[in-house]
């Protein structure tokens, strides 16, 4: 009985190490985008080596906000190799505030909209 509640307890260690090295692997993921200024870069994704010769394919989906300069960024991570028993994947959904990643003459519709908007929303107040 001893020695199965040992193996258990291995098995459950094991798995907290696994899951707390993939949430690193994200955390680094998403301080990279996070810190991207480049849209093209982010759409392109990527791989990263992790720990245990491991492979992180990411991809992400940048979709424009109808506020400016605001994106929704979808992150699909696929996880391969070590000593996983299974290839893993998640996805993150992030938004993010990146004005480098606007095009300037979206940003001004986007703005010249919620102005309107703005003012329409006043005048029924009133």
Do not use: C
Request: aromatic residues 4%.
């Amino acid at each position: 009985m001893l020695g199965a509640a040992y193996a258990n307890t291995l098995g459950a260690h094991a798995a907290i190490a696994q899951r707390a090295s993939g949430g690193s692997a994200m955390d680094f993921l998403r301080d990279q985008v996070l810190n991207e200024p480049e849209r093209e870069k982010v759409e392109k994704g990527g791989d990263l080596s992790l720990p245990d010769d491991r492979r992180l394919r990411w991809e992400a989906k940048v979709e424009e906000a109808a506020v400016p300069d605001l994106f929704k960024v979808t992150l699909t991570t696929h996880t391969s190799g070590g000593t996983l028993k299974a290839d893993e994947e998640s996805t993150e959904t992030l938004m993010v505030l990146r004005p480098t990643w606007s095009d300037a003459q979206r940003r001004e519709q986007l703005r010249s909209d919620w102005r309107a908007a703005r003012e329409k929303a006043q005048e029924a107040q009133k």
